[in-house]
């Protein structure tokens, strides 16, 4: 579904990604996972079309992204829980979820969209009125998400969900993605928490210092020792 | 009360709704594009001048002539964005106000070119209404039920509308509107037209109460400046709320003193909430 080939991208003089390589099949769930600065978010937001490529390939379904104006990969049915949610701070719950719809595409499906966001988020049916800053983390992300898939996306792409989130809503967060998962999307999610993601994607890259280093599927990352002891600490 | 104050006050809150308009438009465009246009009141001007054009030198209908000029300057707004801003979206702010600044002695000069520095008036005499012992002038209440319904308007449109959430949702993360599929180019010269026909509207409520000349741009602009800082840049219930606090200083102040006090009652109520409160009334502290 989603190819990429010897990208390189950065900002400025700095080159944060080089010769990134890695694919993404319909169905699957793959993380990437990593040490801070390794360029993850870099990569995700290259996807995505937030940030210029400077060599490279990213094709989605067939269509080199290379061709597509940023604003229109959404279109194509990529969509970006960025880092840090990024919500509109000052619109409420339902205006996010109605920009996420905003592609041509989507606006004719809004109200059914929306009713399956509210169904798979209960929460965010009670809070649609409230403006979207003012909620807890855990609700923004739960926001965040539904936003994204308000687009009804092919592939979702996840940029650290569980960041800057208290224990217990770490799990919650995990708990959404595997419901996410379970809905049939493909996901494509940079995580910090190694441990964790590990338990519910099929494969993984590790991404070192802006080229990936390992991959595997999960089972065999988690049994490397370099592995467990750069990332699970065990 | 004093009628005669009474009187005032009433003016007052009708002066207000024009200004609430011009600004309202100028923080729209700021909110959005984070310029300020200082040769917006300068559109109202040509606004004016098209009225005048059409209807006192043509003969146009009124009722024709007045959406004309809201198109006239919707698309004045729109080339000012393409021609002026957009080239130097990226540079300094100080660049962007030369720039604008430019711009509104280009209309000046080319406004006198055309027309002359007469005064210029379309010639149409509306009647004083009588409630009791109050006198409103029939302009001033028709400019202020239209501005306040233009706003209405404007106000549902962005609440309704995608292109309206998305015009309130940029000015809170530029950044992320890629990846709603929003193209922001776009959504910079829809508000350019929007601020404009705004413009375009104030300029039709108000040639009924002023004459027309290439430096009328002056009696409103400093002033919807200082209301749209007031309220704090960019914030449109600021703006809103600003416009009647000055207006009725304007109006009353004007009454206990004289019209030229006021308006340095105004701009002193002005510099002392600058020191007191750098972000407006209800800015956001940066």
């Avoid at chain 2, 009647?244 to 030229?260: D, K, L, N, P, R």
Wanted: charged share 15%.
């Amino acid at each position: 579904m989603l190819e990429v080939s010897g990208l390189e991208a950065g900002y400025g003089s700095f080159r944060a990604l080089h010769d990134v390589s890695l694919t993404v099949a319909a169905g699957e769930a793959v993380a990437v996972v990593g040490p801070n600065g390794a360029g993850k978010t870099t990569l995700m937001r290259t996807v995505s079309g937030l940030l210029g490529r400077r060599a490279g390939r990213i094709v989605f379904e067939g269509t080199d992204l290379a061709t597509v104006p940023p604003h229109r990969i959404v279109e194509l049915g990529i969509a970006h829980v960025p880092e840090n949610r990024r919500l509109f701070p000052r619109l409420t719950v339902e205006e996010n979820l109605k920009m996420g719809a905003f592609s041509p595409a989507a606006r004719p499906h809004f109200a059914e969209r929306l009713e399956w966001v509210y169904s798979l988020f209960p929460r965010m049916r009670e809070r649609r009125a409230q403006v979207a800053g003012t909620m807890s983390g855990g609700e923004q992300q739960m926001c965040a998400i539904g936003r994204a898939l308000m687009s009804k996306p092919k592939l979702l792409l996840m940029d650290e969900p569980s960041a800057g989130l208290a224990p217990v809503i770490v799990d919650q967060v995990f708990d959404l993605v595997r419901r996410i998962r379970q809905e049939g999307f493909t996901v494509l999610i940079v995580e910090q928490n190694v441990r964790q993601v590990l338990e519910l994607v099929d494969r993984a890259y590790v991404l070192e210092v802006g080229t990936i280093g390992k991959s595997g599927t999960a089972a065999e990352l988690k049994s490397d020792p370099a592995i467990r002891e750069a990332y699970l600490g065990i | 009360m004093d009628i005669f104050l009474l009187e005032a006050v009433v003016n007052g809150i009708l002066l207000g709704g024009v200004l609430a308009l011009l600004a309202l438009g100028l923080n729209l465009i700021f909110g959005v594009i984070d310029v300020v246009w200082i040769a917006y009141a300068e559109l109202v001007m040509c606004g004016m001048y098209a009225i005048y054009w059409l209807y006192a030198v043509h003969g146009v209908p009124l009722f024709l002539a007045a959406p004309m000029a809201i198109v006239f300057v919707a698309i004045l707004g729109m080339l000012v964005h393409k021609l002026i801003i957009s080239p130097i979206l990226g540079s300094a702010p100080i660049n962007q106000l030369l720039a604008t600044g430019g711009l509104l002695f280009f209309l000046q000069s080319f406004a006198t070119l055309l027309f002359g520095a007469d005064f210029r008036n379309i010639g149409l005499r509306l009647p004083i209404i009588e409630i009791g012992d109050l006198f409103i002038s029939f302009a001033r209440l028709m400019a202020f039920s239209v501005a306040l319904l233009g706003m209405v308007v404007l106000w549902l449109f962005l609440k309704r509308t995608y292109v309206g959430t998305a015009i309130r949702a940029i000015a809170q993360d530029r950044e992320i509107m890629v990846l709603m599929g929003v193209d922001p180019k776009r959504v910079y010269l829809i508000t350019s037209a929007l601020g404009g026909g705004l413009a375009g509207l104030a300029s039709a409520l108000l040639v009924l109460q002023y004459d027309v000349h290439p430096f009328i741009g002056l009696s409103f602009g400093p002033i919807t400046f200082m209301i749209c800082v007031l309220g704090g840049l960019g914030s449109m219930i600021g703006g809103f709320v600003a416009a009647f606090i000055m207006s009725q200083i304007i109006s009353v102040g004007g009454f206990y003193t004289s019209i030229e006090l006021s308006y340095v009652l105004a701009f002193l109520l002005f510099i002392v909430m600058i020191f007191v409160r750098p972000q407006g009334l209800f800015g956001v502290k940066s």
